[in-house]
């Protein structure tokens, strides 16, 4: 368990959007807070992937290319 700090104005704000979702209010906190961090992390990730293929210097194929070549199968 852990304890999280709010004003009374940030307490009532969080009430209202867990009333509005028709949730707990702990449910709320962690559902938002989770997802927030997995979008944050996946975008990190993309981040350093996109970088390293960018060094990569590898050739791309368009779409076009694609289905011209495979796109009759």
Do not use: C
Not at 27 to 53: F, N, P
């Amino acid at each position: 368990m852990i304890t999280l700090r709010v004003s009374d104005d940030e307490k009532e704000w969080l009430q209202y959007m867990a009333d509005f979702y028709g949730i707990p209010l702990s449910e709320l906190i962690k559902k938002y807070s989770m997802e927030q961090l997995e979008d944050a992390y996946d975008l990190q990730v993309a981040e350093v992937a996109h970088k390293a293929y960018l060094e990569s210097n590898k050739e791309t194929t368009s779409m076009k290319e694609v289905l011209d070549e495979f796109g009759k199968i």
